[in-house]
Every structure is written in C-alpha cells, then in structure tokens.
C-alpha cells in the first residue's frame, strides 16, 4: 500500500495528445488458458525449489568487538512484551472461499453470496466471523458437515467489532465443513470496500465504475469473512454485471456466460492461498494496452475511458516489465500467477494498493506523460510501481502474520522500490535521493517524544492505520537498507531467497526474517548477531546522535550516543536508551566496528595517516545524527568547498546540523553559515533539495520575527543565487541530464519565490496562456504569476483551466498555485469551492487546505475553515480513511501562532473523541510547539536583525 505525503505531493503534465483505444475483455492468452482447462506452467500454488543465480561473493570477515571503556552499560537485545490480539477464535479456519457478487451501479448496491470451505481446529457450536455494513440473511446460513446440515439457531451481530456469531444446534467436529450465506451491501462512495467512483467520459457524461480497496480491515464490508492476514485461503470469484462492461479481478478469466436481461457472469480462476484484503476485483468500462515478459506473464495496464488516458499509461508499462523482470531474477521465484493487471481509479484514498495480480492506483501516480512530466513526477510513478510490484513477493506470496509487522511489510517494500528503480533508472542516482526524502521524513517524525517504535503492538486491527506512516514506510526502509550495508548484497540476497522460498504461500514474523538474513551472513562469514542489534532499532522508538571529537590519544577519536529529541528536552530515562551503532567513516576498511555502550575511544584511523576529514555514518546508511568538534565540522567544510565530500555525504551533514540547530544543540547562527557555505558552493540536486527547504523554514520563521529581517534576508539570498538560476534558466534544454533538470526546479524555483520582481515570469517569456512545456516549471510559473496577482483574474483563470483538463496532475498544480495568492477572499472561495462544487475529488481536497495553510496569510483561515465544516469532513473523508483525514488534523495546527491556540486546537480534536487520531494529535501538538520554540529562539538570535543578513 503506498501512501501519499500531503506537503510533499507532487504535480505534473497535462494530458497527452490521441491514442487509439482498445476495449476488449481479457486478453487472448488468458482465454486460451481458460479454455485449456488448466492454468499456465507459471501458475505456483506451493514453494518450489529455485536455483539461485550466483552473485560475487565478497571475501569472508568476522565482526570486530570494540576494545572501549565500559562507561556504561551494553545495549542488550531488546524484546517487545508479550502480544495480545484481539483475533477470531482459533476453533476453525478458513481454506478457500467461492463468492457471487451482483452489483448495481444505477442503485448503488450489491448482493452477493459465499460458500466458505472450513477447516474445524476444535468441537465446536459456535462460528465466528467479521462482517461490516452487511445485510446477511439469517435464512441462507447453512453449515454442513460430512452431508450433515446444522441448524443455525441465533445470528448476533457485534457492531463495535464487526463480528457475526451463529450458534448451531449441535458441534461439529474435527474436520472439513462448509459455511454458505447470502447478503447485501452499499456500493459506497468512501474508497473503502467495495465502492463506486464516478468520472466523466469525452463527452462530460458522468459515469461509474466499481472497484475494491480492502486493506487493512475492509474486505468485511464486501463479504463474510475472516478478515486477518494470518487466515489465508484460496478464493474463487464470479461477478454478475450488465453485459456491455467487464470484470477484472486477481485470477484470469475462467468462463463468460451470457444471462438474461442483458446480464453476464464472469468467473475467475481460483486464487493461490492469500490474505482477504488483497483480494480485489473491478467492473466497469476499461481501455487497456498489455504486454508479456520474457517468461510469458501477460502484463495489462487499464484505465477508463478518456482523450489521452491510454497513452499515459506507457511510462507504467515500461517499467512493470522491467521490474518484474528484475525480480524474477534477484528473488530467484518466479512471479507465481499467470497475469498482472495494473489499474488506474479515478477515486482512491491510497497511493495504489498491491493487491495480487490486480494492482490499483491513484490516477495521479500511473498515467503520466514522459514528455511533459517532471523527473520527480516520473520517479514518483516508477518507485509506486516498483513498491507495488514488490509487494506481489513480499507481502503476498509471503505475508505478515498479524498487523505488528506491517512495518517490514511496507519498509521492505520501501527499500525495494528504491533498489529495484536504481537498477532500472541508475541515471537518477536515486540513493541520493532516498537520503534527501525518505532518511529525512523518518528521522524528523522520529526526533519527537511522541513517535513509536517501528515494531508496535498491535491489539486491534483497526489501529494499524495510525501506524501507516514514515516511521513504518521510511524508518523501516532505513532499517532494511542498514541490514543489507552490514551483511553485503550477497548475504542479504541469499537470506531474502531462502526466507521466501521457506514461507511460500503462508505468514511469518519479523524474527523470520532476521533468522533467515543472520544465517545467510553467517554462511558468507560475516558472524553479527543481527537479531540482537536489530532489536535496538526496531523495538524502541528514536534514534541516536553520535557525538564525536579527536582523543588525546593520536589517530583515536571520543565518541558518545544519546537518545535525539527536536526539542531538545530531558526527561528522567533518556540516557538508558541505547543502539548498537556501526560506526562507518570514510577511514573504514572491511566490516564496521559497533559502539553499544554510552561513550568509547576508537581508532578510526588504523594506524595509517591521518585523512584530511573524518565523516561518521559514512554513505547515510544509519538513521541518526552526528554532531562533530569544531575543527573536525572545519575539516568537512573544507573538503566540502574542495568536493571531496560524496553527495550523500553532504546531504547527511547538511540534514544532521539543521536538526542540531532545531534542538538547540547548536546557535542558529552557526547554521546560517553552514547553509549559506552549502548554498554558494552547491550543484547537486538532491543537495539543493535540503538547502531549499531549509531556506524555505527559516524565512517562514523570520518573517514571523521581524518583517525587516525577512526583507533583508530574501534581499542576500536572492542576491547570492541569482547568477545559478539565471545560469540554469527556465527552459529545460536539450542533452540536459536528469540531475540538471531537477536542479533547474529548484534552483529557479526557490529564485521565483523571493525575488521582488513581480515582472520575472514575464521576462521570461511565460504566462498563464504561454505555459512552459514540463511540468516542474510551469507550476514555477503558475505559482509566481498569482504570487504576484493583487486581483482574482490569475486565480479565476486557473480554476477555468481546471475544469477543462481532465489531467490530475494538472490539476493538483492548479491547487498549488491558487493558493499563492495575496487575497484571503480567494483563499475562502477556494476552499469552499473545493469542498461544495463537486469539482473536487475528495481524496485530493486535502492539497487546497494544505497549501492554503502553508501561505503565511492562508494559515489561520485554513485551520477555521477545518474546524467550522469538521462535520462535512469527517462524513467524506474521516470514515472512510483516518489516515487520510488525519492530514486535516495535522494542517489545522498550522495556523496556531501561540501556545494558547495549540492548547485550544487540542482541545477542540480530543472533543471529537477520535480514538484512531490520538498519535497523530499528540505529535500535532509537539511539532507545533517545537516550532514556537524555534521561532522565540530566532527571535534571541542575531539573525532577527536586518543588519546580520545584509553583512553575510
């Protein structure tokens, strides 16, 4: 399941020009394998034994101990305590489930049928099982057993925990049963279960289709079910639907068989044994392009009909191909079904979902126009479709046991979208990025008292969904790219082929995995006891600041941990938290000493000379920070002004004293001219995405301080990069890299926001009717051309502009750049526009408030606007996903400028009692004060003067 970031969302191309549109069912190889009778040779319903392809093996090594004073105590293996799950009984389990849907897209209903095969574990009279918005009919409960047929006599249906229980007259034993039942349902309009969306075709004609989104807890609101990942089954589905629309689900087609009254039944080759919520199924009118892998998997990429939609769905083909390709080879499994569907929604609360062999997609994050878009818009579809396709091995074929580890699930994923992009698109030095982007969110939302750890106990299933966040996504990709940095490619390869092979077809625990990594290592000779370092990182939350400085002793270097906090507070207990950290520099040769206790003195220079600079977290491979001395922060300066510093490297010293000054572990000032040293002497993009953003905060705080400061600031750092956004231009040219041309965003990007001359874009050529051609930059242009708009024509003339574009990309750029406008009127038209009109997808309606709030006039307007239509929201958006509304919650406190209105906005969300948003409050609540604390500390500073920025 991919998320999507609310203030880092991404914009992109308007639609392409026409493609021919194809609109057939299945395709013919999927037939042919129905008729046959059999499915294909790649159709796996059990682990088989694969040949694992070799790799080169690195040379054997043993982990050193670290010969340290024992100042304090060792990090010792963490262990959670005892679990509890609130989990259905363990008399019986599900084995295959065979179910008949009828859905009315002109009533907005369904009705269906399921025949559950049962395996009973224990006597019992007693079943029980989930179901949510369902009308089951007491008459069609039937339970048999060996010809037997038992009564039912009482149906109890607990609302608060989705449970129906049926009490039978007599036990059924030991042994195979079937349960069948009828029922009825909503096709709602939430993007939960199974649902409706609604779009319009060439001819602004409203249509519908239907679709599924059942993870975590809402496969129950579609059928009967047992509705936990641990209970997997075999399924068997047959859609009844009106005969001019088609039905795709996970499997291929079976049989077609035409009724009466202009009704069809689909049937689809039964499933191989999965979890209910990646069961998945779609019925409407689909356009499709489809291609095969060399091993033959029929791959199909589907949308619904519209003028351009099937073009933009090439980019997505491309890479699936690729990818699964890819995987085939480094997992040594075989994709194990016969097909792979990738479907576009219109309507969809997630980023995409990876249900097997029938991937959704937000429309946003599938179909793209190579030429228009973006590089981040294109890399944001590809690391979608690598995540997603991951997912089919890890997640799929092997699944979590219960919700606890969702966070390997989805940080694996995480890890391996990246790694499975770098091999397809190496010219994007994506690593770089991931430490930009994903390193970053993680330890930001981690440096906060309010975080959890990445391993949480997980009681009831429908909490997961506070935990759907950076800490399980990009702490835990983290985590996974630490592991393969400290055991080697091979060893993590070798370990990931035999725990998948191993546990084919069933679930695990996170423990399974550390076994599986740690014995592989062992086997290469690298003995780390991973399980036991792993443990520090995974089972308590935060993470370490090194603090580092040279020893009297030559060639040896003091080094200490402690627990990080943004806010730099101390509480009784701090100083007990420790990690097992590698300490990697870029003096290291061979495997990584570790420093477990709280302090040691290493020699970090192995007795050769001593290099010109000393880096710890060599390569961003921890999540943590490091804080130098002054002379060894001098000797990284200088080899950052001579270059000799890798981009990673830099970004992570960058990133690692921006936290520092945030926690007032450093004077914003010594910051400041880090940032400006960083600024002036920059030409890497994923750098430049640190220096914009840090730029980007501190102007934001000072301009809360003084105005005069602000002015005076914006005045030195439009001065100090104008000659590199005028180097660059606005115009991407031909033989520009990639790199370039994210630089060229930025840079220019950030130039357009301070500069005071209203007359830029215009200078360069642009305007609302002479849009640049990429999407980066015409955003630029959008945004600076209401920026710089006293009236609400540009702002009028956007919105017209929206209605007539059927491109979500388009139109999420046209959210980013009304919001900049001047005027709060047009702040207030937009945001009751986006929410009344019926213009505004639901799922997007989060990026008009969130860029409304984040213009320093728009803040406060957004977080009363939040507050007065809470009713409207929470109907929308609140059940469907908290985890999608929880972002309104998170954008109210922006508009909070003093610790009364924190208290007040508190207070306000606790009244609404929303058990599943307290995490995401509470951290409200600290980042929100932890930014007033950095606003009165600016304030005490030097830089509040206008006269320290006109002297840099």
Not at 177 to 185: I, M, N, T
Request: contains cysteine; charged residues 25%.
């Amino acid at each position: 399941k991919a998320t999507v970031s609310v203030l880092y969302c991404k914009v992109g191309p308007p639609a392409s020009t026409k493609m021919l549109a194809i609109r057939k069912g299945l395709g013919p190889l999927m037939r042919s394998a129905a008729r046959a009778g059999s499915l294909p040779t790649q159709v796996r319903f059990a682990s088989s034994k694969t040949k694992v392809a070799p790799v080169e093996k690195k040379a054997s090594a043993k982990v050193p101990v670290i010969k340290q004073k024992r100042t304090s105590k060792s990090a010792g293996q963490l262990t959670l305590p005892s679990r509890k799950r609130m989990l259905l009984p363990d008399t019986m389990k599900p084995t295959h489930y065979d179910i008949t849907l009828e859905p009315d897209l002109n009533k907005f209903t369904f009705a269906g049928s399921v025949e559950i095969d049962l395996s009973v574990q224990k006597p019992t009279s007693v079943i029980e099982f989930h179901s949510k918005e369902l009308r089951i009919q007491k008459k069609s409960a039937t339970v048999t057993q060996d010809g037997k047929v038992f009564k039912v006599t009482q149906m109890e249906e607990n609302k608060k925990d989705n449970i129906i229980r049926l009490t039978l007259t007599e036990k059924l034993k030991k042994g195979e049963a079937k349960l069948s039942l009828k029922f009825k349902g909503c096709l709602n309009d939430q993007m939960a279960g199974f649902y409706r969306s609604k779009y319009r075709d060439d001819s602004k004609d409203e249509q519908i289709m239907a679709t599924t989104q059942f993870e975590a807890i809402d496969a129950r609101r579609c059928y009967p079910c047992w509705d936990e990942p641990g209970q997997k089954s075999s399924f068997a589905v047959s859609i009844i639907h009106d005969s001019e629309l088609t039905a795709i689900s996970n499997m291929p087609v079976s049989a077609q068989k035409n009724l009466t009254k202009g009704k069809s039944l689909t049937s689809f080759l039964p499933s191989p044994i999965m979890s209910t919520y990646l069961l998945a199924f779609c019925l409407g009118r689909f356009e499709y392009i489809q291609k095969q892998t060399s091993n033959g998997t029929l791959v199909r990429c589907l949308c619904v009909p519209g003028k351009n939609r099937i073009r933009q769905m090439d980019f997505a083909m491309k890479v699936a191909i690729e990818c699964l390709e890819f995987y085939n080879e480094y997992f040594g499994l075989k994709y194990p079904l016969p097909k792979l569907d990738m479907i576009a929604i219109p309507d969809f609360s997630a980023g995409a979902m990876e249900n097997w062999g029938l991937i959704t997609y937000r429309e946003v994050l599938m179909l793209i126009d190579e030429e228009k878009a973006s590089i981040d818009q294109l890399q944001r579809v590809a690391t979608v479709v690598t995540h997603e396709i991951a997912h089919q091995w890890f997640g799929n074929l092997v699944t979590m046991q219960w919700w606890d580890g969702l966070w390997l699930n989805e940080g694996f994923a995480n890890w391996m979208q990246t790694y499975s992009a770098d091999a397809l698109f190496p010219q994007w030095n994506i690593w770089e990025q991931y430490v930009s982007q994903e390193q970053s969110l993680a330890l930001r939302l981690d440096s906060l008292r309010s975080s959890h750890p990445i391993e949480v106990d997980i009681y009831r299933a429908e909490t997961v969904e506070e935990v759907f966040d950076h800490i399980s996504y990009s702490k835990g990709g983290c985590i996974v790219r630490l592991v393969h940095s400290l055991i080697g490619p091979q060893a993590f390869r070798d370990g990931l082929r035999s725990y998948l092979t191993k546990h084919s077809y069933s679930n695990t625990e996170s423990s399974d995995l550390w076994e599986a990594w740690e014995a592989a290592a062992k086997a290469e000779g690298v003995k780390i006891p991973l399980t036991k370092i792993m443990s520090t990182w995974t089972h308590q939350m935060g993470f370490p600041l090194l603090s580092v400085t040279e020893s009297s002793k030559k060639g040896t270097y003091d080094i200490s941990q402690s627990w990080f906090l943004s806010d730099g507070s101390t509480q009784k207990g701090d100083s007990d938290k420790l990690w097992y950290v590698p300490l990697v520099t870029n003096t290291t040769t061979g495997p990584p000493t570790y420093l477990s206790t709280k302090s040691t003195t290493v020699d970090l220079q192995n007795g050769k000379k001593k290099p010109s600079f000393v880096k710890l977290n060599y390569g961003q491979t921890a999540p943590m920070r490091v804080r130098y001395s002054a002379p060894m922060l001098s000797a990284l300066c200088d080899a950052l002004k001579a270059g000799t510093l890798p981009a990673v490297d830099r970004i992570g010293l960058l990133s690692d004293y921006d936290a520092l000054a945030t926690a007032n572990q450093i004077e914003i000032t010594s910051f400041i001219e880090l940032l400006l040293l960083f600024t002036k002497t920059e030409n890497n993009d994923k750098v430049w995405e640190i220096i914009t953003s840090s730029w980007r905060v501190l102007l934001d705080r000072l301009e809360i301080v003084s105005k005069e400061a602000h002015q005076s600031a914006k005045k030195m750092l439009t001065e100090l990069i104008k000659p590199k956004a005028t180097s660059l231009g606005w115009t991407h040219q031909q033989g520009d890299s990639d790199n370039v041309k994210r630089l060229r965003g930025l840079v220019v990007g950030l130039y357009s926001e301070i500069s005071s001359d209203s007359q830029l874009v215009k200078k360069a050529g642009f305007s609302l009717s002479k849009l640049p051609k990429t999407a980066d930059l015409r955003t630029i242009v959008m945004k600076n051309i209401v920026r710089n708009d006293k009236t609400d024509a540009s702002a009028k003339k956007l919105r017209a502009m929206y209605l007539r574009s059927d491109d979500n990309i388009f139109k999420n750029s046209v959210h980013a750049a009304v919001a900049q406008t001047p005027l709060q009127s047009v702040m207030s038209e937009s945001l009751q526009w986006g929410l009344t009109s019926g213009d505004v997808r639901s799922q997007d309606y989060i990026y008009i408030v969130s860029h409304t709030a984040m213009n320093p006039i728009g803040a406060s307007l957004a977080s009363s606007f939040i507050k007065k239509n809470y009713q409207t929201l929470y109907t929308r958006l609140g059940k469907t996903s908290m985890m999608l509304f929880g972002s309104f919650a998170k954008v109210s406190f922006r508009g909070c400028t003093t610790t009364k209105e924190i208290e007040n906005m508190k207070a306000f969300w606790e009244s609404k009692r929303l058990d599943l948003l307290k995490l995401t409050i509470k951290q409200s609540v600290e980042s929100s004060n932890l930014r007033l604390q950095n606003i009165e500390k600016l304030r005490a500073s030097e830089a509040s003067s206008p006269g320290y920025w006109r002297s840099r």
